[in-house]
């Protein structure tokens, strides 16, 4: 494990192609929510040749459905969701500029083959620390799709959460290799 | 004379007093053998233990998190466990949910014979009871249509498991559960000629497809036996359990110690960034099955162990 690095979106093919699977990174700044339902209307709006409802160039989306903020702040609970429902979507939005995924679960071989050929990373946020990864997100804002509820695409303002590199642009893979040290079969 | 026969007629008249006094008094115990139960109570607690159980991680999860951080030998897996108890800790000082995903909200019930649930539709009393404890405590609402997906609104309709048991007492648990672990859950209905090895494979087999999706450490509910529905719904019951509880059944106990240790050789981790702490605790549910058969149910509880139960 390296020291913590730091991260501000946009990104741009040099911040992801340092990374190297296990690293520690820090993340601040602009970043998108999306869960299966808006990926599906983002990428039939691409098809359509429409406009995404969010820059995807050099863009970091965070899977996650937060629950509904208490009175007083600005999100609820905000960990991540599993990221293999989105993996059809994704080599789609990396096509178009998206540098990173933020989420938990693994991915599937077209998706890192698509990190590898678009130049993006995926993150993993602790699953189940909802309450903890709220602490990070200073703003947050519905800028699509609201009729989703828990599932709109939300713009939001982080300071310094806290990720894990996974997956990188040379085919590292934090869980096989975290996996394959501690297995005793 | 007349005294005399006023005083046996007074007598006579008070040992009937008394014995319709008496059977009356039977028959008034008779009458309130039921004990009444208001569906509006079931209600009141329903949202009640929706909140706590988002809110609160249970204490026995807390203990199992902080053995397992001294015994993880994984510096990531250490930190990830430490993370988990911070994140418990500020769910409970800001009252926010241990998790976004805050479950559909699964409830059992166990329901006394004697019990006599009045005042209204005990279904539609749990519902209420979900609707309210997830607006209430700012839950999220996960229920949908599978097809369209969109959203119920509320969270309801809630999953009621009810089972009628000795008693007046209303015994329940609300458990909310999460797709991300649910999704990892399975059902085989294996040859019996596979036996123990073979549950024993479909255990590993499960939690190794899983690997880090499930959220890590996980719990499973193992139950073998009955039939294909049965051996689901026992699966669900058991992770009712306390984690540190023992189980009655020596067979069943021995195979939960047998199986966390096997799950724990997989190397998945906390979070799934790897270690020795995959699994916090396997519980086993053994019963008959049919002679063709031989059902295992494999139900994958994610760290966030919520559940919370209350009687009534």
């Given amino acids: 494990m390296s020291e913590l690095i730091k991260l501000n979106p946009p990104l741009v093919d040099q911040d992801v192609t340092a990374l190297t699977a296990g690293d520690k990174v820090l993340v601040s700044g602009t970043i998108y929510t999306g869960r299966d339902a808006a990926h599906k209307r983002i990428v039939e709006t691409l098809a359509a040749g429409g406009e995404p409802p969010f820059p995807l160039q050099g863009a970091v989306i965070f899977y996650v459905g937060p629950s509904p903020p208490p009175p007083g702040r600005v999100i609820g609970a905000a960990g991540p969701t599993t990221s293999y429902r989105m993996d059809a979507y994704a080599p789609t939005l990396m096509a178009e500029g998206l540098k990173a995924m933020i989420g938990k679960g693994k991915r599937n071989p077209e998706v890192k083959q698509a990190m590898a050929d678009y130049k993006a990373v995926y993150l993993a946020a602790i699953g189940g620390a909802g309450a903890l990864m709220a602490r990070c997100i200073k703003q947050a804002e519905v800028i699509a799709y609201p009729e989703l509820g828990p599932e709109a695409v939300r713009r939001l303002v982080v300071e310094d959460m806290p990720l894990f590199v996974v997956n990188d642009v040379h085919g590292g893979d934090l869980y096989e290799q975290g996996r394959q040290a501690y297995a005793r079969t | ?312």
């Fill in chain 2, 1 to 312: 004379m007349d005294t005399n026969c006023s005083s046996i007629e007074v007598l006579r008249a008070q040992s009937a007093r008394i014995q319709r006094a008496q059977s009356a008094k039977k028959w008034e115990l008779e009458l309130a053998s039921p004990r009444t139960v208001e569906v509006s109570a079931v209600a009141d607690a329903v949202a009640r233990l929706c909140g706590e159980a988002d809110l609160y991680l249970p204490e026995d999860v807390r203990q199992a998190f902080t053995r397992a951080q001294a015994e993880e030998p994984s510096l990531v897996g250490q930190e990830v466990l430490g993370r988990l108890l911070e994140n418990a800790d500020i769910a409970a000082e800001e009252k926010m949910p241990i998790c976004q995903d805050c479950g559909l909200a699964v409830i059992f019930m166990d329901i006394g014979q004697d019990a006599h649930l009045v005042g209204g539709d005990l279904i539609e009393a749990v519902n209420d009871g979900v609707r309210r404890g997830y607006e209430e405590n700012y839950l999220r609402k996960s229920a949908c249509h599978p097809f369209t997906r969109t959203n119920t609104g509320d969270n309801t309709p809630a999953v009621v498991h009810t089972q009628i048991v000795p008693g007046d007492k209303v015994h329940l648990w609300v458990v909310p559960k999460g797709g991300g672990s649910e999704n990892m859950s399975k059902v085989f209905l294996l040859t019996p000629a596979v036996g123990l090895a073979g549950v024993k494979k479909a255990v590993m087999d499960t939690v190794e497809a899983a690997g880090p999706n499930p959220c890590p450490p996980i719990i499973l509910g193992v139950a073998i036996g009955g039939t294909f529905d049965h051996a689901a719904v026992r699966a669900k019951r058991t992770l009712l359990r306390e984690l540190d509880s023992v189980n009655p059944d020596p067979e069943a106990a021995e195979l939960e110690q047998v199986l966390l240790e096997d799950v724990n050789t997989l190397g998945i981790g906390p979070a799934g960034l790897g270690g020795a702490t995959t699994c916090l605790k396997v519980f086993v549910d053994i019963k008959p099955c049919h002679i063709a058969s031989l059902p295992v149910a494999v139900n994958v509880q994610c760290h966030a162990a919520r559940h919370k139960e209350a009687v009534l």
